[in-house]
DNA sequence: ACAAGGATCCTCT
DNA sequence: GAGGATCCTTGTT
């Protein structure tokens, strides 16, 4: 028996609901899949955001009350699967962007083209397709009981963050803002190069000046 | 009414 | 590592 994850778990900051999302349940039919990389899009003045226009007819759903569904299309092609956070009136939302199959492996694969493996659940994309979540779904709550819902899972031991993927038209500060996190030492995550888990960053920055020899190390990044 | 570009994925080199 | 698929949203004329 699992626990669907109550309105209040969303109406909290982005990064914050971003954070706790890791580790958590999506289950859609018969398929469950356990989140494993995420990305926050915050209120206000995220240059990255959807909302950064303000309110639109498409971003509508990232700026009413917390807890529902907000998807749109990617290039055309995808559907990307955001969860709103924070108030209503603000527009903030979690982008799902890689997950871990719990159960219903054989329906993922069944909805899934091209090459299987390490690659199946990690891109926002495949996440979507492997839900069969599509534009219908925006605006869905998934705090009750429906096509799409959050349960309680196993929270992660260690999370990692990094910038996030694909925000090159934002401003510097928001393309660097670490707010793209996941499940550390996780394979099912993608581009892991860019994430550094939490605690080693300083160690990072100490071997890399011992390299230069003691010499002037460079300012931290982000 | 028009043009631009995107919170990606896959294939091929 | 580069490029094409593909279409909707958005801002501008």
Redesign the pocket.
Known sequence: MSHLLPQSFYARDALTVAEELLGQHIHAGDVVLRITEV?A?RHPGDS????R??R????AP?WGPPGHA?V???????N?L?FVTDREGEGA???I?SCEPVRGLPTVLAR????NAP?LL??????T?ALAVD?TFTGRPLFVPGPLEVHEGEAPSRIARGP???????ELEHQRAPWRLAIADCPWV?QRATLVPDGERAARQLSRAARAGGRSARPARG
């Open positions: 990305e899009y990255a955001s959807h909302c226009m303000g639109t007819p498409r971003n990232m907000y749109y299309l990617c290039y055309g092609i995808h990307l955001n939302a979690v982008l962007r899934r083209r091209g090459p690659v990690t891109g926002p994309g495949k996440v397709t534009l996030r993927v694909g925000v090159g038209y934002a993608s």
